[in-house]
C-alpha cells in the first residue's frame, strides 16, 4: 500500500532557530500534499496544501512566511518553521494525495516539534 | 461548506463489548467519509472510507460504518472491543469531484476497560 514517510519524528529546537520537516512518498508519485497541525486534545487543522511545482496554498489564519513549504518533487515536501517560537510547538503531520486519485489520503507519522 | 460532527470526545468500554462512535456530516454536494485512528504520537490509519458505493463499509481490524443519507450519518461499530482499541478516532468528509480537502472532526478517545 501507499506509504507516506515523515522525519524526524521528534525534534528539540531553540527559539528562533528554524527547523526543517520532511515529508516522503515512497511507492507512489504524489501530486498534492497537505500539512495539518494538531493541538493536545484537538482535531487535525489543514495550514496548507502544497502542488508539485507551485507555490503552496496556505488556510487563513497560517503565516506563509513562518511555514515556508516547498514541494520540489512528486516524492518530496518540506515544511520549514522559520524563527520558531514556544507557541509553535506542536504536532505537525503531513499527507500525500497520488496522482491516481485515491481517496482516503495516506498520512506521516507526524513530527513532535518542542521550541524551547 | 463541510463539517463533521463527532458526538463524545470520550466513550468507554468493557472488552468484549460493542463499540459505537458516533459521526454526523454536513456536505452541499454528496460526500466521501472516512474514520482514521490515531494512536498516541503517531500520524492517522484509514480505518475505512465510503466513497459511494455500499453504504455499509468494513474496514479494517473489524471496524465497520454505515453511510446513511437520510440522517447524514456515519457512525462507526465494531461487534467487541479489545484493548488494542484504545486510541483516538476521527471522522472526516470530503466532497465528491476530484480532489477536495478533507475537513475532520474532534475526534473520539477510546478507552477499553478490562
Known amino acids: 500500500g501507499a506509504v507516506v514517510s515523515q522525519h524526524p519524528s521528534r525534534v528539540i529546537c531553540k527559539s528562533g532557530t528554524s527547523v526543517k520537516i520532511e515529508c516522503r512518498s515512497l511507492?507512489?508519485?504524489?501530486?498534492?500534499m497537505f500539512w495539518y497541525r494538531q493541538f493536545p486534545k484537538q482535531s487535525l487543522m489543514l495550514m496548507a496544501t502544497?502542488?508539485?511545482?507551485?507555490?503552496?496554498?496556505?488556510e487563513q489564519g497560517v503565516e506563509k512566511d513562518k511555514f515556508l513549504i516547498n514541494h520540489a518533487s512528486l516524492t518530496l515536501s518540506t515544511l520549514t518553521v522559520t524563527s520558531a517560537h514556544p507557541e509553535d510547538s506542536s504536532f505537525y503531520i503531513c499527507?500525500?494525495?497520488?496522482?491516481?486519485?485515491?481517496?482516503?489520503?495516506?498520512f506521516g507519522s507526524g513530527t513532535r516539534l518542542t521550541v524551547v | 461548506a463541510q463539517s463533521v460532527t463527532q458526538l463524545g470526545s470520550h466513550v468507554s468500554v468493557s472488552e468484549g463489548a460493542l463499540v459505537l462512535l458516533r459521526c454526523n456530516y454536513s456536505?452541499?454536494?454528496?460526500?466521501?467519509l472516512f474514520w482514521y485512528v490515531q494512536y498516541p504520537n503517531q500520524g492517522l490509519q484509514l480505518l475505512l472510507k465510503?466513497?459511494?458505493?455500499?453504504?455499509l463499509v468494513k474496514g479494517i481490524n473489524g471496524f465497520e460504518a454505515e453511510f446513511k443519507k437520510s440522517e447524514t450519518s456515519f457512525h462507526l461499530t465494531k461487534p467487541s472491543a479489545h484493548m488494542s482499541d484504545a486510541a483516538e478516532y476521527f471522522c472526516?468528509?470530503?466532497?465528491?469531484?476530484?480532489?477536495?480537502?478533507?475537513?475532520f472532526g474532534i475526534g473520539t478517545k477510546l478507552q477499553v476497560i478490562p
Open positions: 499527507s500525500a494525495l497520488g496522482a491516481v486519485l485515491q481517496h482516503g489520503y495516506t
Open positions: 511507492d507512489f508519485q504524489a501530486t498534492t
Open positions: 502544497s502542488n508539485e511545482g507551485s507555490k503552496a496554498t496556505y
Open positions: 456536505s452541499s454536494v454528496p460526500p466521501y
Open positions: 465510503y466513497t459511494s458505493a455500499a453504504t
Open positions: 472526516a468528509v470530503s466532497e465528491k469531484g476530484g480532489y477536495q480537502k478533507v475537513t
